[in-house]
Protein backbone atom coordinates (compact mmCIF):
# COMPACT_ATOMS: atom_id res chain seq x y z
CA UNK A 1 0.00 0.00 0.00
CA UNK A 2 2.62 2.54 0.92
CA UNK A 3 4.97 1.53 -2.21
CA UNK A 4 1.64 1.85 -4.52
CA UNK A 5 0.31 5.08 -3.11
CA UNK A 6 3.47 7.29 -2.50
CA UNK A 7 4.94 5.84 -6.30
CA UNK A 8 1.43 7.60 -7.31
CA UNK A 9 2.26 10.50 -5.35
CA UNK A 10 4.92 11.31 -7.43
CA UNK A 11 3.34 10.59 -10.55
CA UNK A 12 4.10 7.70 -11.82
CA UNK A 13 1.80 5.12 -13.29
CA UNK A 14 1.02 2.27 -10.75
CA UNK A 15 -0.70 -1.06 -11.10
CA UNK A 16 -1.02 -3.20 -7.80
CA UNK A 17 -1.82 -6.97 -7.85
CA UNK A 18 -3.09 -8.08 -4.71
CA UNK A 19 -3.60 -11.94 -4.13
CA UNK A 20 -6.37 -11.68 -1.63
CA UNK A 21 -10.13 -10.07 -2.94
CA UNK A 22 -9.79 -7.13 -0.33
CA UNK A 23 -7.09 -4.80 -0.34
CA UNK A 24 -4.92 -4.24 2.87
CA UNK A 25 -2.95 -7.86 2.92
CA UNK A 26 -2.20 -8.89 6.97
CA UNK A 27 -2.87 -5.59 8.49
CA UNK A 28 -6.39 -6.07 7.19
CA UNK A 29 -7.17 -9.37 7.18
CA UNK A 30 -4.77 -10.89 10.03
CA UNK A 31 -6.43 -9.29 12.54
CA UNK A 32 -3.06 -8.09 13.65
CA UNK A 33 -5.11 -5.11 15.10
CA UNK A 34 -1.35 -3.28 16.19
CA UNK A 35 0.47 -0.81 14.98
CA UNK A 36 3.92 -1.31 15.98
CA UNK A 37 6.90 0.28 15.22
CA UNK A 38 5.67 3.86 14.32
CA UNK A 39 7.26 5.59 17.40
CA UNK A 40 10.66 5.90 19.44
CA UNK A 41 11.51 4.40 22.04
CA UNK A 42 11.92 7.53 24.94
CA UNK A 43 10.61 9.16 28.06
CA UNK A 44 8.99 11.31 25.64
CA UNK A 45 8.84 8.88 22.66
CA UNK A 46 8.57 10.82 19.07
CA UNK A 47 6.99 9.67 15.25
CA UNK A 48 9.54 7.61 13.02
CA UNK A 49 7.26 7.26 9.77
CA UNK A 50 5.48 9.77 7.53
CA UNK A 51 3.84 10.63 4.54
CA UNK A 52 1.75 8.18 3.41
CA UNK A 53 2.04 6.01 7.20
CA UNK A 54 1.70 9.36 8.60
CA UNK A 55 -1.49 10.21 6.88
CA UNK A 56 -2.93 6.83 7.48
CA UNK A 57 -2.41 7.78 11.61
CA UNK A 58 -4.05 11.05 11.32
CA UNK A 59 -7.01 10.00 9.33
CA UNK A 60 -7.81 6.51 11.48
CA UNK A 61 -7.42 9.19 14.84
CA UNK A 62 -9.37 11.85 13.44
CA UNK A 63 -12.59 9.38 13.50
CA UNK A 64 -11.90 7.83 16.84
CA UNK A 65 -10.43 4.51 15.24
CA UNK A 66 -7.24 4.50 17.18
CA UNK A 67 -6.20 4.23 20.60
CA UNK A 68 -3.27 4.31 22.31
CA UNK A 69 -1.08 2.25 24.71
CA UNK A 70 2.16 2.06 25.75
CA UNK A 71 4.16 -1.48 24.99
CA UNK A 72 7.79 -2.26 24.30
CA UNK A 73 8.91 0.97 25.87
CA UNK A 74 7.11 3.19 23.40
CA UNK A 75 3.31 3.71 22.01
CA UNK A 76 1.67 1.00 20.37
CA UNK A 77 -1.80 1.99 18.76
CA UNK A 78 -4.62 -0.36 18.45
CA UNK A 79 -6.64 -0.01 15.38
CA UNK A 80 -9.96 -0.47 13.32
CA UNK A 81 -9.73 -2.71 10.75
CA UNK A 82 -12.89 -1.89 8.92
CA UNK A 83 -11.55 1.80 8.87
CA UNK A 84 -8.07 1.21 7.71
CA UNK A 85 -9.47 -1.16 4.85
CA UNK A 86 -11.65 2.36 3.79
CA UNK A 87 -8.87 4.44 4.02
CA UNK A 88 -6.53 1.83 1.79
CA UNK A 89 -9.96 2.46 -0.84
CA UNK A 90 -9.89 5.71 -0.69
CA UNK A 91 -6.50 6.80 -1.08
CA UNK A 92 -6.13 4.12 -4.17
CA UNK A 93 -9.30 6.11 -5.84
CA UNK A 94 -7.83 9.21 -5.01
CA UNK A 95 -4.26 8.56 -6.70
CA UNK A 96 -5.51 6.67 -9.73
CA UNK A 97 -3.60 3.50 -9.16
CA UNK A 98 -4.63 0.31 -11.23
CA UNK A 99 -5.61 -2.41 -8.65
CA UNK A 100 -6.00 -6.01 -9.51
CA UNK A 101 -7.58 -8.01 -6.61
CA UNK A 102 -7.41 -11.94 -6.95
CA UNK A 103 -4.47 -11.63 -8.95
CA UNK A 104 -1.97 -14.56 -8.81
CA UNK A 105 1.25 -14.26 -10.80
CA UNK A 106 2.10 -17.09 -12.65
CA UNK A 107 4.54 -15.87 -15.39
CA UNK A 108 7.36 -13.64 -15.18
CA UNK A 109 9.38 -12.87 -18.49
CA UNK A 110 12.80 -11.43 -18.37
CA UNK A 111 14.09 -8.92 -20.36
CA UNK A 112 17.57 -9.99 -20.21
CA UNK A 113 18.55 -9.56 -16.63
CA UNK A 114 15.42 -7.03 -15.91
CA UNK A 115 11.62 -8.43 -15.41
CA UNK A 116 9.96 -7.24 -18.70
CA UNK A 117 6.29 -8.45 -18.02
CA UNK A 118 3.89 -10.75 -15.86
CA UNK A 119 1.65 -13.23 -16.87
CA UNK A 120 -0.77 -12.87 -13.90
CA UNK A 121 -4.34 -14.85 -13.41
CA UNK A 122 -7.66 -13.80 -12.08
CA UNK A 123 -10.81 -15.16 -11.61
CA UNK A 124 -12.31 -12.85 -14.71
CA UNK A 125 -9.40 -14.09 -17.30
CA UNK A 126 -5.54 -13.59 -17.42
CA UNK A 127 -4.39 -10.23 -17.91
CA UNK A 128 -0.37 -8.59 -18.87
CA UNK A 129 1.55 -6.64 -16.84
CA UNK A 130 4.21 -4.19 -18.32
CA UNK A 131 5.84 -1.94 -15.87
CA UNK A 132 9.63 -0.17 -15.90
CA UNK A 133 10.15 -1.08 -12.25
CA UNK A 134 8.65 -4.55 -9.64
CA UNK A 135 8.23 -3.86 -6.12
CA UNK A 136 7.88 -7.20 -4.45
CA UNK A 137 5.72 -6.69 -1.15
CA UNK A 138 4.32 -10.52 -1.19
CA UNK A 139 6.03 -11.27 2.05
CA UNK A 140 7.61 -14.21 0.46
CA UNK A 141 9.74 -12.95 -1.92
CA UNK A 142 6.77 -14.49 -4.55
CA UNK A 143 7.59 -12.24 -7.46
CA UNK A 144 11.79 -12.30 -7.22
CA UNK A 145 11.65 -16.41 -6.99
CA UNK A 146 9.19 -16.77 -10.00
CA UNK A 147 11.80 -14.06 -11.68
CA UNK A 148 14.42 -16.44 -11.12
CA UNK A 149 16.60 -14.13 -8.67
CA UNK A 150 18.22 -15.64 -6.12
CA UNK A 151 17.00 -16.07 -3.04
CA UNK A 152 17.49 -17.19 0.54
CA UNK A 153 15.53 -19.18 3.87
CA UNK A 154 16.51 -18.33 7.01
CA UNK A 155 18.32 -21.13 8.46
CA UNK A 156 16.47 -21.35 11.36
CA UNK A 157 12.56 -22.38 12.08
CA UNK A 158 10.46 -18.80 12.23
CA UNK A 159 6.70 -19.54 13.35
CA UNK A 160 3.66 -17.78 12.97
CA UNK A 161 0.68 -17.09 14.35
CA UNK A 162 -3.74 -17.05 13.58
CA UNK A 163 -4.58 -14.02 15.66
CA UNK A 164 -8.47 -14.12 16.40
CA UNK A 165 -11.03 -11.55 17.77
CA UNK A 166 -13.82 -12.02 20.92
CA UNK A 167 -16.69 -10.40 21.68
CA UNK A 168 -18.90 -10.46 24.84
CA UNK A 169 -16.46 -9.85 27.03
CA UNK A 170 -16.99 -9.37 30.78
CA UNK A 171 -14.50 -7.07 32.87
CA UNK A 172 -12.21 -6.57 33.97
CA UNK A 173 -9.89 -8.34 30.86
CA UNK A 174 -6.55 -9.54 32.54
CA UNK A 175 -3.24 -8.31 32.87
CA UNK A 176 -0.95 -10.31 30.16
CA UNK A 177 1.55 -10.96 33.45
CA UNK A 178 -1.39 -12.95 34.88
CA UNK A 179 -2.43 -14.88 31.65
CA UNK A 180 1.04 -15.57 30.47
CA UNK A 181 1.74 -16.81 34.15
CA UNK A 182 -1.54 -18.98 33.99
CA UNK A 183 -0.92 -20.49 30.61
CA UNK A 184 2.73 -21.46 31.29
CA UNK A 185 0.92 -23.29 34.22
CA UNK A 186 -2.07 -25.55 32.50
CA UNK A 187 -0.79 -25.36 28.56
CA UNK A 188 -0.96 -28.87 28.40
CA UNK A 189 -3.90 -29.41 29.76
CA UNK A 190 -5.97 -27.12 26.32
CA UNK A 191 -3.87 -28.56 24.30
CA UNK A 192 -1.55 -25.75 23.62
CA UNK A 193 1.69 -25.38 22.38
CA UNK A 194 2.82 -21.69 22.88
CA UNK A 195 3.24 -20.58 26.54
CA UNK A 196 3.13 -16.65 26.11
CA UNK A 197 1.65 -14.38 24.03
CA UNK A 198 -1.01 -11.53 24.24
CA UNK A 199 -4.62 -10.87 25.08
CA UNK A 200 -5.55 -7.37 24.95
CA UNK A 201 -9.04 -5.15 24.89
CA UNK A 202 -10.18 -2.40 22.29
CA UNK A 203 -10.81 0.36 25.07
CA UNK A 204 -14.34 1.23 24.35
CA UNK A 205 -15.26 -1.80 22.59
CA UNK A 206 -17.19 -5.28 23.31
CA UNK A 207 -13.65 -6.63 21.41
CA UNK A 208 -9.78 -8.16 22.26
CA UNK A 209 -7.80 -9.38 20.16
CA UNK A 210 -5.90 -12.90 20.92
CA UNK A 211 -2.40 -13.63 19.77
CA UNK A 212 -1.66 -17.19 21.38
CA UNK A 213 -0.73 -19.81 19.17
CA UNK A 214 2.14 -20.63 17.15
CA UNK A 215 2.40 -22.95 14.37
CA UNK A 216 5.47 -23.57 11.19
CA UNK A 217 4.90 -21.72 8.19
CA UNK A 218 6.35 -24.29 5.58
CA UNK A 219 6.57 -22.65 1.64
CA UNK A 220 4.27 -25.33 0.55
CA UNK A 221 0.71 -24.94 -0.61
CA UNK A 222 -0.92 -28.13 0.77
CA UNK A 223 0.54 -27.39 3.91
CA UNK A 224 -0.04 -23.69 4.16
CA UNK A 225 -3.94 -24.39 3.21
CA UNK A 226 -3.50 -26.84 6.42
CA UNK A 227 -3.18 -24.02 8.94
CA UNK A 228 -5.95 -22.28 7.57
CA UNK A 229 -7.97 -25.73 7.95
CA UNK A 230 -6.28 -26.31 11.65
CA UNK A 231 -6.92 -22.94 12.82
CA UNK A 232 -10.60 -22.91 13.88
CA UNK A 233 -9.73 -25.57 16.13
CA UNK A 234 -6.60 -24.43 17.62
CA UNK A 235 -8.83 -21.27 18.24
CA UNK A 236 -11.52 -23.07 20.03
CA UNK A 237 -8.52 -24.68 22.35
CA UNK A 238 -7.14 -20.98 23.15
CA UNK A 239 -10.82 -19.92 24.04
CA UNK A 240 -11.34 -23.15 26.22
CA UNK A 241 -8.43 -21.75 28.63
CA UNK A 242 -9.62 -18.69 28.57
CA UNK A 243 -13.26 -19.57 29.47
CA UNK A 244 -11.85 -21.70 32.56
CA UNK A 245 -9.46 -20.18 33.71
CA UNK A 246 -10.45 -16.43 33.14
CA UNK A 247 -14.54 -17.09 33.96
CA UNK A 248 -14.87 -13.94 35.12
CA UNK A 249 -14.14 -11.87 31.71
CA UNK A 250 -14.37 -14.88 29.31
CA UNK A 251 -17.17 -17.18 30.43
CA UNK A 252 -19.62 -15.48 27.93
CA UNK A 253 -17.27 -14.93 25.09
CA UNK A 254 -17.46 -15.66 21.14
CA UNK A 255 -15.47 -15.71 18.29
CA UNK A 256 -15.88 -12.81 16.42
CA UNK A 257 -13.56 -13.48 13.63
CA UNK A 258 -10.15 -15.47 12.64
CA UNK A 259 -7.67 -13.56 10.67
CA UNK A 260 -5.17 -15.11 7.80
CA UNK A 261 -2.59 -17.16 8.96
CA UNK A 262 -0.06 -14.97 10.01
CA UNK A 263 3.40 -15.30 8.32
CA UNK A 264 6.83 -13.70 10.24
CA UNK A 265 9.67 -15.25 8.06
CA UNK A 266 9.88 -17.59 5.12
CA UNK A 267 11.75 -16.28 1.62
CA UNK A 268 13.50 -13.20 1.20
CA UNK A 269 15.21 -11.46 -1.72
CA UNK A 270 19.25 -11.57 -2.23
CA UNK A 271 19.81 -7.67 -1.95
CA UNK A 272 23.12 -5.57 -2.32
CA UNK A 273 23.68 -6.08 1.45
CA UNK A 274 21.53 -7.96 4.03
CA UNK A 275 20.70 -6.19 7.38
CA UNK A 276 23.03 -7.92 9.72
CA UNK A 277 21.74 -8.43 13.69
CA UNK A 278 24.99 -6.55 14.60
CA UNK A 279 23.83 -3.53 12.90
CA UNK A 280 20.01 -3.63 14.59
CA UNK A 281 22.20 -4.57 17.64
CA UNK A 282 24.68 -1.67 17.54
CA UNK A 283 21.84 1.09 16.56
CA UNK A 284 24.49 2.63 14.42
CA UNK A 285 23.13 5.00 11.38
CA UNK A 286 24.06 2.82 8.10
CA UNK A 287 24.57 5.24 5.53
CA UNK A 288 22.20 4.05 3.05
CA UNK A 289 19.38 4.42 6.15
CA UNK A 290 15.70 4.55 4.53
CA UNK A 291 13.93 3.75 7.40
CA UNK A 292 14.07 3.60 11.12
CA UNK A 293 12.15 1.43 13.81
CA UNK A 294 12.45 1.05 17.75
CA UNK A 295 11.15 -2.27 18.05
CA UNK A 296 12.89 -5.04 20.11
CA UNK A 297 14.22 -8.01 18.27
CA UNK A 298 11.03 -10.19 18.77
CA UNK A 299 12.05 -13.64 17.15
CA UNK A 300 9.21 -16.46 16.95
CA UNK A 301 11.85 -19.57 16.75
CA UNK A 302 10.38 -22.20 19.05
CA UNK A 303 6.78 -23.46 19.47
CA UNK A 304 6.46 -22.55 23.42
CA UNK A 305 7.69 -19.38 23.50
CA UNK A 306 8.66 -15.51 21.89
CA UNK A 307 13.07 -14.40 21.84
CA UNK A 308 12.71 -10.72 23.67
CA UNK A 309 15.34 -8.93 23.08
CA UNK A 310 14.83 -5.08 24.18
CA UNK A 311 17.10 -2.27 23.78
CA UNK A 312 17.55 0.81 25.33
CA UNK A 313 16.07 4.30 25.12
CA UNK A 314 17.15 6.28 22.41
CA UNK A 315 18.22 3.05 20.44
CA UNK A 316 17.44 2.94 16.63
CA UNK A 317 17.40 0.14 14.12
CA UNK A 318 17.71 1.37 10.87
CA UNK A 319 16.31 0.29 7.42
CA UNK A 320 19.57 -0.14 4.21
CA UNK A 321 17.85 0.55 0.71
CA UNK A 322 21.00 -1.98 0.12
CA UNK A 323 19.03 -4.98 1.57
CA UNK A 324 16.22 -3.99 -0.15
CA UNK A 325 17.35 -3.95 -3.85
CA UNK A 326 17.78 -7.27 -5.44
CA UNK A 327 21.23 -8.60 -6.48
CA UNK A 328 20.38 -10.23 -9.52
CA UNK A 329 17.49 -7.90 -11.09
CA UNK A 330 18.18 -4.03 -11.53
CA UNK A 331 14.51 -3.12 -11.43
CA UNK A 332 13.12 -5.36 -8.57
CA UNK A 333 13.44 -3.77 -4.74
CA UNK A 334 11.53 -5.70 -2.36
CA UNK A 335 9.99 -4.45 0.48
CA UNK A 336 8.03 -5.56 3.88
CA UNK A 337 9.31 -8.62 5.36
CA UNK A 338 11.32 -10.39 2.46
CA UNK A 339 14.15 -7.86 2.57
CA UNK A 340 17.20 -9.47 2.70
CA UNK A 341 17.87 -9.43 6.58
CA UNK A 342 19.33 -12.14 9.15
CA UNK A 343 16.47 -13.90 10.98
CA UNK A 344 17.01 -11.83 14.63
CA UNK A 345 17.30 -8.72 12.64
CA UNK A 346 14.08 -9.36 10.60
CA UNK A 347 12.45 -9.65 13.90
CA UNK A 348 13.59 -5.90 15.05
CA UNK A 349 12.26 -4.42 11.98
CA UNK A 350 9.14 -6.35 9.48
CA UNK A 351 6.39 -4.61 12.07
CA UNK A 352 4.23 -2.14 10.35
CA UNK A 353 5.98 1.14 10.67
CA UNK A 354 9.12 0.57 9.12
CA UNK A 355 7.34 -1.58 6.19
CA UNK A 356 5.69 1.41 5.64
CA UNK A 357 8.93 3.31 5.20
CA UNK A 358 10.12 0.59 3.21
CA UNK A 359 7.59 1.15 0.63
CA UNK A 360 7.75 4.36 0.85
CA UNK A 361 11.53 4.19 -0.23
CA UNK A 362 10.88 1.60 -2.79
CA UNK A 363 8.51 4.93 -4.40
CA UNK A 364 11.05 7.33 -4.05
CA UNK A 365 13.84 4.26 -5.63
CA UNK A 366 11.76 4.25 -8.28
CA UNK A 367 11.17 7.70 -9.12
CA UNK A 368 14.96 8.53 -9.05
CA UNK A 369 16.65 5.08 -10.36
CA UNK A 370 14.08 4.61 -13.06
CA UNK A 371 14.39 0.83 -14.15
CA UNK A 372 18.24 0.58 -13.02
CA UNK A 373 17.96 0.52 -9.01
CA UNK A 374 21.86 -0.62 -9.01
CA UNK A 375 22.90 2.78 -10.15
CA UNK A 376 20.29 4.92 -8.46
CA UNK A 377 21.57 7.54 -6.20
CA UNK A 378 21.08 6.91 -2.46
CA UNK A 379 21.39 10.48 -1.84
CA UNK A 380 18.68 11.39 -4.52
CA UNK A 381 16.31 8.58 -2.70
CA UNK A 382 16.95 9.64 1.19
CA UNK A 383 16.90 13.25 0.13
CA UNK A 384 12.77 12.18 -1.26
CA UNK A 385 11.88 10.08 2.41
CA UNK A 386 13.69 12.93 4.67
CA UNK A 387 11.41 12.94 7.36
CA UNK A 388 11.55 8.65 7.32
CA UNK A 389 15.09 9.35 8.96
CA UNK A 390 15.08 12.95 10.07
CA UNK A 391 11.82 14.15 11.58
CA UNK A 392 10.59 14.05 15.20
CA UNK A 393 7.13 15.09 15.76
CA UNK A 394 5.69 14.15 19.58
CA UNK A 395 3.55 10.60 19.77
CA UNK A 396 0.24 10.87 21.09
CA UNK A 397 0.36 11.03 24.95
CA UNK A 398 -1.20 7.96 26.83
CA UNK A 399 -3.79 8.57 29.39
CA UNK A 400 -4.45 6.65 32.47
CA UNK A 401 -1.28 4.00 32.30
Not at 142 to 164: I, K, N, W
Not at 185 to 213: E, H, I, K, M, S
Not at 296 to 304: K, N
Request: charged fraction near 20%; glycine fraction near 10%; proline fraction near 6%.
Amino acid sequence: MAAAVEAARRGLKVCLLDGFSQIGGQSVNGLIGTFCGFYSKDPKPYQLTYGFAGDMLAALNDVGALSYRAGQGSVIALYDEAVLSAFYARQLLANKVDVVLGAIVRQVVRDGTRIGTLGVETRYGPITVRAGAYVDASGDAALASLAGATVQQPDVPVFGTTMFSVTGLMEPIPARKVIVERLAQVADQYGLDRRDGFVFAFPGRDLCLVNLTHYETPLDPLAMSRRALEAPGRVAEVLAFLRAEFPDAFCKARVAAIGQPGVRQTRGITGLKPLTTAAVRSGQRLSDAIGRCAWPIEFHGTREAVYWEPFPDGHISWVPLSAMIARDIPNLVAAGRCIDAEPLALGAVRVIGPCMAMGAAAAALVAVGGTDFHLASVEAVQALIVDNVERRDPAPEIHGQ
